[in-house]
């Protein structure tokens, strides 16, 4: 069966068999055909093998490392350099075992790859002059979501290439939450959750994605409303070294965080006043890192920042150049 069709209503799969499910029919894996196409060193996960498992009628075969390039659309961005060199070195002795799955061009020229390109980079570095390779014919959904579920199973992307991963499938193909859920073999909690996260200021986005901060703080964070009070509180986590229950229990207790009024906003003529300065409490802000309120009078006025802890107002004052007694 094609794989397209495999995958038009796909039965709710764990992890372990998502690729299976993904990429079907039975291929066996040639010997290489000459001398100097070397196999592979590096033991893959059981579960990514099923990759082995598809072809195109062709099964596994050696390509020219010339004509396989990545797919610019692929959901992880980042690759440890230290993976790429021992992998590499792997591959200068012993070759490449588990082959590169890939699909042919639209121009028939070339193929794109699916799954693979932490093997590819290496066997680039490694000096190979050709790969095996498995053909499949996806569609850019399908890649897509093959990419997703072999990188996931290895534990490759971060908490914000996995998200951004499953909400452009959402967004570029008009699925539901439940529906990339299943294709995915995650749960729909698990989907739902990781996409709101990008809803958080890209700073704050970051600090999950080199993982200063835990999605379950990023969780925690999204209670609050507020973009400053947002970033001020991931920095209190980092700064604090604060668990997600103690993080929790701060957002629960200082309700203060979470409306602007109840954080002694100016109301009535003053608040209209403050919203008459956008542009200088943006720039505070962005300068300050916290929350900024402009009060003008007649005689002049005030400018009012906001901090979340003592250690939100050390960081203030030192930034201000004025020594606390």
Known sequence: MEAAKGLKKPAKMGLGRGLSALVSTAAAVP?????????????????????????????????PLS???????QPRTEFSEQEIAELSESIRALGVLQPILVR???????????????????????????????????????????????????????????????QRLMDEFSLTTQEVAERV????ATVSNLTRIL?????????????????GHAKAILTVKEPVAQIS?????????????ALESIVSR?????????????SGAKRAE??????????????????????????GGSIELHFFSDAELDRLVDILSVTRE
Request: charged share 25%; glycine share 8%; proline share 7%.
């Open 31 to 63: 010997v290489a055909p000459a001398p100097t196409i070397i196999s592979a060193p590096r033991a893959e996960p059981a579960n990514t093998n099923d990759v082995l498992k598809g072809g195109e009628g062709q099964g596994v075969t050696f390509v």
């Open 185 to 188: 073999g995650k749960d729909r």
């Open 67 to 73: 004509q396989v390039a990545p797919n610019p659309s």
């Open 254 to 266: 200082d309700v203060v965080l979470e409306s602007p009024r109840k954080a002694g906003a100016p």
């Open 104 to 166: 042919s061009n639209a121009d028939g020229v070339g193929y794109q790859i699916i799954a693979g390109e932490r093997r590819y980079r290496a066997a680039t570095r490694a000096g190979l002059s050709q790969v095996p390779v498995l053909v499949k014919n996806l569609s850019d959904r399908e890649t897509l979501e093959v990419a997703i579920v072999e990188n996931v199973q290895r534990q490759d992307l971060n908490p914000i290439e996995e998200a951004k991963g499953y």
């Open 199 to 215: 809803k958080l200021p890209p700073v704050v986005q970051e600090m999950v994605r080199d993982g200063r901060i835990s999605v």
């Open 233 to 245: 509180l991931a920095n209190k986590v980092i700064s604090e070294s604060l668990s997600v229950r």
């Open 274 to 299: 403050a919203a008459q300065h956008p542009e200088l409490e943006e720039r505070l802000r962005n300068a300050l890192g916290t929350k900024v309120s402009i009060h003008k009078t007649s005689r």
